[in-house]
């Protein structure tokens, strides 16, 4: 007996298994609606002007363990660096019970949106934890469920200020040490709301221009971190509102924004044990003054009782388009990361506050001892302040940066 070598391939295709039909099945609906073969499905409902006239040059299908190892060997080509960037989004630890049974757990990460949440309490619960987090280290009073990315979170803070503010201004002042990605997003949001966005140094040029609201950083992207309370005061007597988008796990160890007199904090909590995952996805926070709470963007979860008498938790507001008239929301286009603010909060409880402390003050001592081999070496290290961001002055940059 003979056998060709085609013969003794895995026929099992990892297209077909995970995306497919099954021959049966593609003939029952085939025969339901009145064709012998795909060919003649085809031939009938897709316009000839668009239809190929060529098949595509395409390989054919393979078993799901030959895929795996053509992905691997593909993964194995990349050159890895390191990444020093910052601005934002930093290398973190996820605690192995955390990926294990929140990251990787079906329960968490195949759930969307709870439209019946009343029957998802262990949800709440987590993101009610995730909202005390935020509430805590920011020193504000109330702060929703978590937003899509800490741009995007910037420009609905942007929208906040405008909605909650006295002035009739319609400009928006953005400090020119906010993170850039922070800058972009309020400039493209800002076009189509008829916003004007000036970008300025708030202790030079703040001054200049009547603003319904001013973005200011903390720290900023060069590292450095002041106090803005006499700022935040002299944005106040401009009628306008004070938005502060601040490195949450720094607030371990800074004086929180809240405190300062800020109307509303935003930012991102990637660095609580969510992987960088090239640039997302990742939890954004927003939190504000309880008088403004029916101006917040997204969800807030409550907590009442039931009719026995039980704690319970809930949706206490939700001022999002699906939920009110579209012209009612305070957002039409903001969701939640309820995946990632959930791994981000257990995070915190993982670690307890103590942890966390532990945790941040060991990133200011890596950079700390950065610093002094970076100076002995003979740069120069620009920041008053920092956390764990350096500006260094490099005279041959260019040079340094092709090594």
Known sequence: MTTK?????????????????????????????????????????????????KPMNIADGISELAALKQLRNLARMNIRYKSFIGQGYYNSITPPVIQRNIQENPAWYSAYTPYQPEISQGRLEALMNFQTMVTDLTGMELANASMLDEASACAEAM?????????????????????????????????????????????????????????????????????????????????????????LLSLTLLKPPGEMGADVVIGN????????????????????????????????????????????????????EQHIRREKATSNICTAQA??????????????????????????????VFADGISEMGFRIVNETFFDTLTIEVKNSDAVVMQ
């Open 5 to 53: 070598i085609e013969d003794l391939l895995n026929n099992d295709v990892f297209t077909n298994r995970h995306i497919g039909s099954s021959s049966a099945q593609k003939k029952k609906m085939l025969d339901y609606l009145g064709f012998d073969n795909l060919d003649d499905l085809i031939e009938e409902i897709v316009p000839d002007i668009i239809r190929r006239k």
């Open 159 to 247: 929208s906040f200020c405008q909605r909650v503010s006295k002035s009739k201004s319609k400009v928006f002042f953005v400090a020119n040490d906010c993170y850039p990605q922070n800058i972009e997003v309020v400039l493209t949001r800002a076009e189509p709301l008829g916003i004007e966005v000036v970008i300025g140094d708030p202790l030079v040029d703040l001054e200049k221009h009547d603003c319904f609201g001013v973005l200011l950083q903390y720290p900023n992207t060069y590292g450095n971190f002041s106090d803005y309370s006499k700022l935040i005061d002299s944005i106040h007597e401009k009628q306008a509102l004070a938005a502060v988008s601040a490195d």
């Open 269 to 320: 909590t990637q660095r609580f044990g969510v992987p960088i995952g090239y640039g997302g996805p990742h939890a954004a926070y927003m939190s504000i003054k309880e008088k403004h709470k029916r101006s917040m963007p997204g969800r807030i979860i409550g907590a009442t009782v039931d009719t026995k008498g039980r704690l319970a938790y809930r949706l206490a507001l939700q001022t999002r």
């Open 339 to 368: 995946l990632l603010a959930v791994m981000a909060s257990m995070y915190a409880v993982y670690h307890g506050p103590e942890g966390l402390k532990k945790i941040a003050e060991r990133i200011f001592r890596y950079a700390a």
